[in-house]
């Protein structure tokens, strides 16, 4: 790696700095101001987020990563009303989020599709929460199944269905709220190599052809940077927002940018950023075991 | 050295078998008790320490009367056998010597009645029928004239003498039965018969089971109810007790389960009454409900509820919470979470929970019917078990069994038709499960799509005028 001449992560080309440009200038989604979370424990108090302060704007997906530990659960927790912070606030579209509710859309790690009902059914509660009538919900929720190319397992119930059939299941189900903000608490956590590389090219069709703003914690260097317009990296004990970085790779994504100079060059950064060099693998002590030569010729 | 064939066949650690292997399983945990009831029961040299008495006979100046049916020891049995006969030798001595004794028609009523087991036994008269006189004299003729035989129990040579010895003095003054026209002689005794038994409290299978259909279709006494009507009246209790358990404690074990409050109020009450036992109330509920089915109810209910609200609010409790935040953040209120994700989400733990606890019910039943008025089948069981007809008891022990077992297994087959999405449902099991929803199911499918096209009606309405 260090031989290899790799740019700035800073250098932008043309067309993306002017995108940049176009981001910043559109109204902000979700502000996020002076965050602060403390836990009591019986060790005594523990700070799992410190001062965290950020803005996501509309038709943003940014990914929030860290090490593990470093608060990333607690803080996408605290955005989507499903926590209270310690002190500071939360504003989705200019307004305090007080607890959850529609506004946030919400994807976890585990799922959490109601076993009960269909795939069909499931997409549809959003909707029948907020009022609207089997018929309205249903022929909104045919739409979203459509769009994660689910139709054919409209009428399944999620124990017939794989890991990434659920999940874009519970995406379809967050999206049908038509929320403000979704948040995405390493979605795709739980599923094998190759799924999560089809779920990522997914959410980026996804987002592309819907009016979303997203906030995605991942804990994955390439996860990050292959979907992110921008990445706010955590510091650990206490999270602290250690950078926010603009991705210089350009749109529409594909698989075979992961090797282009500003994808590595991102990369490196970030992986430096959290893991600073010379202290790297310092408290994980190796043992080594003395074993018998192979009994390779 | 391989593991020999049945080992690896049979004894997997931790590992199913297969359906077939399982079920023969199944089989033959329920064959193998009757099967060990069946040999201690027919093979006579395992146990069998008592004499079951087929044919009895009174002793003269001996208090103590046996009756067709009854047990002795072993031991006794061949003095009881030697008396009776010493005293036929007794009578046939003083016939020859000229000095019988007179005046023995009364006594000779009873050596006629002698014959009531066989007749019973071979089914030409009924069980009832005892002491219908007139109908043992046929017997007694038939028998010495050979126009029937007995197979049960099979006379002994001695006794088909002594019949047609006793017929001969009998023939001879009367062809029918009349009181008056009895011998005034004595006639002789038929001398005992018995075959090994085991002691009363272990009837054999066929009589139990001769027993337990006798039972089950004959017509009551007056004033008494039929076995069906009893079990009847015992499957009341037990639901009604249930019902009325469910009723509370179901939605109090779910608002324990989702609000604190709930549970803290209520639950380390109930934690401590469950301990004091269901019984002890039984005094006290009859005071209170008088006697008759309600205090029996009320037992049930009280042994059933406590636990229900327990052992629901930890099933609540269980749920997912993630469920509940997803659903949170799909913008549902409080009262929604309860309705659409608590509820159905509890559901087939609940289900499972309030089979266990039906189970629960079936125990208290017993204790429920004994407080108060006796009644239904535990009134039985009191009463026969107390005159030792262990052979009436066992059938309706058995039949408590059954219909428990049953039932559970009926609603635990149910479970998986009721919740198919919990992917616990064999394939057989839905396909049932649609073919009977199906009527419902289209029923359903025809209004929602008829208000669909009222909808979809409306909006084209709305929408017209506005270009």
């Known amino acids: 790696m260090?031989?290899?001449?790799?740019?700035?992560?800073?250098?932008?080309?043309?067309?993306?700095?002017?995108?940049?440009?176009?981001?910043?200038?559109?109204?902000?989604?979700?502000?996020?101001?002076?965050?602060?979370?403390?836990?009591?424990t019986p060790r005594g108090v523990v700070t799992a987020l410190d001062d965290v302060s950020f803005?996501?704007?509309?038709?943003?997906?940014?990914c929030v990563i860290g090490p593990s530990g470093c608060g990333k659960s607690t803080l996408v927790r605290i955005l989507a009303g499903l926590e209270t912070p310690t002190s500071g606030e939360v504003l989705v579209g200019g307004t305090a989020v007080s607890g959850p509710g529609p506004d946030c859309g919400m994807v976890f790690q585990g799922y959490t599709l109601f076993p009960w009902l269909s795939v069909k059914e499931n997409v549809m509660f959003g909707p029948k929460m907020a009022g609207k009538s089997s018929f309205t919900a249903e022929s909104e929720a045919r739409e979203w199944i459509d769009l994660v190319g689910l139709s054919r397992f409209e009428n399944a119930y999620p124990h017939q269905l794989s890991g990434g059939m659920k999940q874009r299941v519970a995406i379809a189900r967050a999206l049908a709220n038509q929320p403000r903000v979704l948040f995405m608490d390493e979605p795709f956590g739980a599923l094998d190599?190759?799924?999560?590389?089809?779920?990522?090219?997914?959410?980026?069709?996804?987002?592309k052809n819907v009016d979303i703003t997203i906030v995605f914690i991942t804990h994955d260097l390439d996860e990050a940077v292959y979907l992110s317009d921008r990445i706010l990296v955590l510091d650990a004990n206490p999270g602290r927002v250690r950078e926010i970085v603009e991705v210089p790779v350009p749109r529409p994504r594909s698989e075979s940018q992961l090797f282009d100079p500003s994808f590595m060059a991102t990369r490196k950064h970030i992986d430096e950023l959290m893991h600073p060099p010379g202290q790297e693998q310092k408290d994980t002590p190796v043992m080594r075991l003395a074993v018998s030569n192979p009994d390779v010729v | 050295m391989p593991r020999p064939g049945i080992l690896r066949d049979w004894f997997l650690i931790r590992r199913d078998l297969p359906q077939s292997r399982a079920l023969l399983l199944t089989a033959v945990s329920f064959l193998m008790p009757l099967a060990l009831w069946c040999v201690v029961s027919y093979v006579p040299w395992i146990w069998h320490p008592d004499v079951r008495i087929e044919i009895s006979a009174e002793r003269e100046g001996v208090t103590t009367v046996f009756t067709a049916g009854d047990h002795v020891s072993k031991g006794f049995f061949p003095e009881f056998v030697r008396a009776v006969r010493d005293e036929n030798a007794a009578v046939t001595k003083a016939r020859s010597e000229g000095t019988a004794v007179t005046g023995a028609r009364r006594k000779n009523q009873k050596?006629?009645?002698?014959?009531?087991?066989?007749?019973?036994?071979?089914?030409?008269?009924?069980?009832?029928?005892?002491?219908?006189?007139?109908?043992?004299?046929?017997?007694?003729?038939?028998?010495?004239?050979?126009?029937?035989?007995?197979?049960?129990?099979?006379?002994?040579?001695?006794?088909?003498?002594?019949?047609?010895?006793?017929?001969?003095?009998?023939?001879?003054?009367?062809?029918?039965?009349?009181?008056?026209?009895?011998?005034?002689?004595?006639?002789?005794?038929?001398?005992?018969?018995?075959?090994?038994?085991?002691?009363?409290?272990?009837?054999?299978?066929?009589?139990?089971?001769?027993?337990g259909f006798r039972d089950f279709t004959a017509s009551a006494p007056e004033g008494e109810l039929t076995m069906l009507q009893r079990y009847g009246a015992s499957l009341r209790v037990i639901f009604l007790g249930f019902f009325w358990a469910c009723l509370i404690g179901i939605p109090l074990g779910i608002l324990c389960g989702v609000f604190d409050f709930f549970s803290k109020l209520i639950e380390p009450f109930v934690d401590f009454f469950r301990y004091m036992p269901a019984p002890t109330f039984s005094t006290l509920l009859v005071a209170v409900l008088l006697a008759g089915e309600a205090p029996k109810v009320a037992l049930v209910f009280i042994g059933t509820v406590f636990q229900m609200v327990l052992v629901i609010s930890k099933t609540t409790r269980l749920l997912d919470p993630?469920?509940?935040?997803?659903?949170?953040?799909?913008?549902?209120?409080?009262?929604?979470?309860?309705?659409?994700?608590?509820?159905?989400?509890?559901?087939?733990?609940?289900?499972?929970?309030?089979?266990?606890?039906?189970?629960?019910?079936?125990?208290?039943?017993?204790?429920?019917?004994?407080i108060g008025v006796k009644s239904g089948l535990t009134e039985f069981i009191e009463t026969q078990g107390r005159f030792r007809n262990f052979d009436r008891v066992f059938p309706v022990i058995i039949?408590?069994?059954?219909?428990?077992?049953?039932?559970?297994?009926?609603?635990?087959?149910?479970?998986?038709l009721l919740f198919p999405w919990s992917g616990k449902s064999s394939a057989l099991s839905r396909s049932i499960a649609a073919a009977f929803t199906w009527p419902f199911r289209t029923g359903a499918r025809a209004i929602r799509n008829r208000l669909a096209a009222v909808e979809a009606a409306r909006i084209a309405a709305t929408r017209e005028p506005s270009p």
């Open chain 2, 399 to 416: 039949l408590i069994g059954v219909t428990g077992f049953v039932m559970d297994q009926v609603l635990s087959w149910l479970h998986g």
């Open chain 1, 2 to 40: 260090s031989t290899l001449e790799l740019p700035s992560y800073l250098d932008q080309t043309p067309e993306v700095a002017a995108r940049f440009s176009r981001l910043r200038e559109r109204p902000v989604a979700l502000e996020v101001r002076g965050l602060t979370k403390r836990f009591e």
């Open chain 1, 193 to 207: 190599a190759q799924t999560r590389c089809n779920m990522q090219s997914y959410l980026l069709e996804i987002w």
């Open chain 2, 322 to 370: 993630s469920l509940l935040e997803a659903a949170q953040t799909l913008g549902a209120k409080p009262r929604q979470l309860l309705k659409s994700v608590v509820i159905p989400g509890i559901l087939p733990n609940l289900y499972n929970d309030l089979r266990i606890l039906l189970g629960w019910a079936w125990t208290w039943l017993v204790i429920a019917e004994l």
């Open chain 1, 55 to 62: 803005s996501v704007h509309k038709r943003e997906l940014m």
């Open chain 2, 111 to 211: 050596i006629l009645r002698q014959i009531a087991p066989v007749a019973v036994g071979n089914g030409w008269i009924d069980y009832r029928d005892t002491q219908n006189d007139a109908a043992l004299y046929q017997t007694w003729r038939d028998l010495a004239t050979g126009a029937k035989v007995s197979s049960e129990p099979r006379l002994t040579e001695e006794n088909l003498g002594i019949i047609r010895a006793n017929w001969a003095a009998l023939s001879a003054l009367s062809p029918e039965f009349v009181f008056r026209k009895l011998p005034d002689e004595p006639l002789l005794k038929l001398v005992p018969q018995g075959r090994p038994a085991n002691p009363v409290y272990l009837p054999e299978p066929d009589d139990v089971l001769r027993t």
